[in-house]
C-alpha cells in the first residue's frame, strides 16, 4: 500500500555506462515527477509527466537525459554516458492530478536512487 | 521566477524549548507553500502547506507555520523540540502554470536537538 517505491535504492556505475532508475507511483496518481538532490542541496526538479505524457522536461540537464511512462504508471529515468557529475540522489515523487482541485494536491516522495559515477 | 531561501544552514536548539526554521519566499501570483522534512537515507516527507485561508497553518508531528504575506515568509515552528526530530527540513514553493507543475525547493536546514 503503499507510498512510491524506487529501485535500486543504490546504484554504482563507471563512467560512460547507461543507466536505468525505476519509479512505482501511487496507485491512481496521475502526475509523476523527478528530481534530483545532490550532496548538501535542495532537490531540483528533473522532469514531470501527466499520464503517459512528458508535460515538462525543462529541467533535464542534458540530452543525455530522458525519462519514459509509456502506460501512465512506472517510470524509468534513463542515463546515457554517465559523468561524475551525474552522482546524485534521484527522487521520484507522484499526486493525485492537478485537476479542479488539483493545487491541493501535494506531492509524495519515494525514498530515492542513490547514483554514484566513480 | 518562484524561488525560496532558507538563510539557516543549521538549527539547534535543546529538548522541550520551542523551534523556528526560517523560510522566505518570492513569487508572483498566490504563493502554495510547503514544508518537508527528510531523514537520513529516506525520502522527503510532507509535513504541511499553505494555500490560502488561515496563516497559522498545523502539519504533522505537532509542527505548525506561520505565513506572513508582508514579510514574505513562511517559517516552520513547533512549541517543544524533540530529539526525534533532529532532521532536514526543506521549504518549496508550487510553480505550476498550464505546462508545468513542480516544486521549487530551498537549500535545506538541519535542525540539530540536543537531549
Known amino acids: 500500500g503503499a507510498g512510491v517505491s524506487q529501485t535500486p535504492s543504490n546504484k554504482v556505475t563507471e563512467k560512460g555506462k547507461y543507466v536505468e532508475l525505476r519509479c512505482d507511483p501511487i496507485s491512481g496518481h496521475t502526475a509523476l515527477y523527478w528530481y534530483r538532490q545532490s550532496l548538501g542541496q535542495g532537490p531540483e526538479f528533473l522532469i514531470y509527466?501527466?499520464?503517459?505524457?512528458?508535460?515538462?522536461d525543462s529541467g533535464l540537464p542534458n540530452d543525455r537525459f530522458f525519462a519514459v511512462r509509456p502506460e501512465g504508471s512506472v517510470s524509468t529515468l534513463k542515463i546515457q554516458r554517465t559523468e561524475r557529475g551525474d552522482s546524485a540522489v534521484y527522487l521520484c515523487a507522484s499526486s493525485l492530478s492537478p485537476g479542479t482541485s488539483g493545487t491541493r494536491n501535494e506531492q509524495f516522495f519515494g525514498p530515492g536512487t542513490r547514483l554514484t559515477v566513480l | 521566477a518562484q524561488s525560496v531561501a532558507q538563510p539557516e544552514d543549521q538549527v539547534n536548539v535543546a529538548e522541550g524549548n520551542p523551534l523556528t526554521v526560517k523560510c522566505t519566499y518570492s513569487?508572483?501570483?498566490?504563493?502554495?507553500l510547503f514544508w518537508y522534512v527528510q531523514y537520513p537515507n529516506r525520502g522527503l516527507q510532507f509535513l504541511l502547506k499553505y494555500i490560502t485561508g488561515d496563516n497559522l497553518v498545523k502539519g504533522s508531528y505537532g509542527f505548525e507555520a506561520e505565513f506572513n504575506k508582508s514579510q514574505t515568509s513562511f517559517h516552520l515552528k513547533k512549541p517543544s523540540a524533540l530529539v526525534s526530530d533532529s532532521a532536514l527540513y526543506f521549504c518549496?514553493?508550487?510553480?505550476?502554470?498550464?505546462?508545468?507543475?513542480?516544486?521549487?525547493f530551498g537549500t535545506g536546514t538541519r535542525l540539530q536537538v540536543f537531549p
Open positions: 509527466f501527466q499520464g503517459t505524457g512528458a508535460a515538462d
Open positions: 513569487v508572483s501570483g498566490n504563493p502554495y
Open positions: 518549496a514553493v508550487r510553480s505550476r502554470s498550464y505546462n508545468t507543475d513542480k516544486l521549487i
